[in-house]
């Protein structure tokens, strides 16, 4: 059931609000998968109670209006912990709402809680969650993709209907297409930033992931636009994205970058993907291949530019003004002994290389240099899209891996990301969308769109999910 | 290859350390991976510019507004005394390695 049908059954009173939240609660509770953090059930009740006595009284609802969402825990909701799953900021808890909480609490939706993900975003599994790792809901043996697991994970479970999580390399898609929903991540800039906690803040953004496409769509509808706030923000008109989803895509061209189908993705994967291809090819739509040709540059180039970034931004928890705090005669030993002791492995790892990366000595080896590739990545993606007006890859070049099977080995995991890293580093909207399955596990079709593309990535994407369901 | 002193400079960089087997297993993971971005080197990018945003600094009017009171700013701080943080005495280690 997507958000359309939850508000009719809301309006007619053949469910109160109350009982389906309640019914959420009771499914997080009792659930095995650690979707989330923290649950907010109180107020979630409190809450839809409120919802449900508008509805008695014969006031108007809106769409979103008593509709549960969870929101990734990086994401700062106010008086609620915003750990960033990690034990630097297990107590944190901030003292405003995010733009995009602001938003959707405007309209009315119930925030059932925050959603566990790899310490500070910073992983492809949920497994470097300094609360545990999420399980995934199809295969509990399995991670859920990372970093926004908890949100796919909770979603794909039926733990909420809808969520927000946050794409830095891959990390809304990549965990949509591991549970099996649908995932956007919006251009760089479509929607604000301001309260989300920075990991690498020219890569960052925030975006919606459902079970429908559609709901994508609304959510999408709300948190997007310009925002004073956030000075990445872009100031650009917000489409009517659930009108402009529903036309047709017969005569649409579309992409197929060669580099994405190649060594090292997955051949069941590549043919379930393909099949997709076909269902569209129905439909009207022309498919050519089309060459990315520095593809192979983006992994190293992301991550060099991300850790750059991330060394810099977590700077900020020096044990001083928030977060954990260990004792130390000097602030220098202060410093030190709260960041050694608060973040995790992959955290150091990454703010090591992140130094490293920016030292002098190295910085034009490796920082500068990055940033030239991130140029002829941007310029593959700009000329690609002067011949097609979309491309669609897998999301994942493997199949949802085991827990633990990865995880000692940061290359291997960081390979993982290999199709969708691109897209960030251009700065481009794309989407997961769940396709057919591989071994009884979920596979994802990535569409990736031209710059504020998103209506189209959605009119593409409904007109697969209109054949298949 | 980077070597081990140079990596041991780049973790006072950052503020953590590193201990014992921890520290030799680090070290090795942190060489492999490097060795693996290295690759970039063969990217053919010659005289283009880095990239960097292209956005102006965008700063608002500077015109009073609604902030946070100092009570809210500080209801996160570890030690506070009225409205300040409570920092231990800025006293460096002295360090010519780096």
Known sequence: MGIRELHRQF???????????????????????????????????????????????????????????????????????????????????????????????????????????????????????????????????????????????????????????????????????????????????????????????????????????????????????????????????????????????????????????????????????????????????????????????????????????????????????????????????????????GFGDEVKRRIMLGTFALKAGYKEEYYLKATQVRELIRGDFMKAFEEVDLMVTPTAPVLPFKLGERVKDPLAMYIVDVLTVGVNLAGLPAISIPYGEVEGLPVGVQIIGPFLGESKILRLAYALERVTR | MVDEDEILKVSRLAYLEFKGDQQQAFIAQFRKILEYFAQIRNAPTGELPVHFSKASLILREDIPGKSLSPDEALANAPRREGTYFVAPKIRWARDTSQ
């Open chain 1, 11 to 341: 309006v007619e009173k053949r469910v109160s609000v109350s009982e389906v939240v309640r019914g959420y609660i009771d499914r997080i509770r009792k659930s095995r998968l650690n979707a989330y953090i923290t649950v907010f059930e109180e107020e979630a009740l409190e809450c839809a109670k409120r919802v449900d006595d508008k509805i008695a009284c014969g006031d108007k609802v809106g769409i979103l209006e008593g509709i549960p969402v969870a929101v990734k825990d990086n994401i700062c909701v106010k008086g609620y912990p915003t750990t960033c799953g990690s034990k630097i900021l297990e107590r944190f808890v901030p003292p405003y709402d995010a733009t995009v909480v602001e938003r959707l609490k405007q309209q009315g939706v119930i925030m059932l809680g925050k959603t566990n993900m790899d310490e500070f975003a910073m992983g492809s599994s949920n497994e470097y969650s300094y609360f545990g790792p999420t399980l995934n809901p199809i295969d509990e043996e399995r991670v859920p993709g990372g970093s926004s697991g908890g949100s796919a994970a909770a979603v794909g479970a039926g733990e909420a209907l809808v969520a927000l999580g946050s794409d830095t390399g891959g990390s809304i898609r990549l965990p949509a297409a591991y549970c099996g929903v649908v995932g956007l991540k919006p251009t760089y800039g479509r929607v604000s930033r301001y309260g989300l906690v920075a990991f690498a803040s020219s890569l960052d953004q925030i975006g919606p992931i459902a079970g429908e496409v559609e709901d994508v769509a609304i959510l999408l509808q709300v948190i997007a636009g310009f925002d004073e706030r956030d000075s990445t923000s872009l100031d650009a008109e917000v489409p009517n994205y659930l009108e402009e989803m529903q036309g047709e895509v017969s005569g649409w061209r579309i992409g197929l970058p060669k580099e994405y189908w190649g060594e090292g993705i997955d051949d069941a994967i590549k043919a379930t993907v393909r099949d997709a291809v076909r269902e569209w090819e129905k439909l009207g739509v022309r498919v050519k291949e089309i060459s990315l040709p520095h593809t192979k540059y983006a992994i190293p180039t992301y991550y060099l530019i991300a850790t750059a970034e991330a060394s810099s931004n977590l700077a900020r928890y020096d044990g001083i003004r928030y977060g954990l705090s260990c004792d130390g005669g000097t602030t220098q030993e202060v410093h030190v002994n709260t960041r050694t002791e």
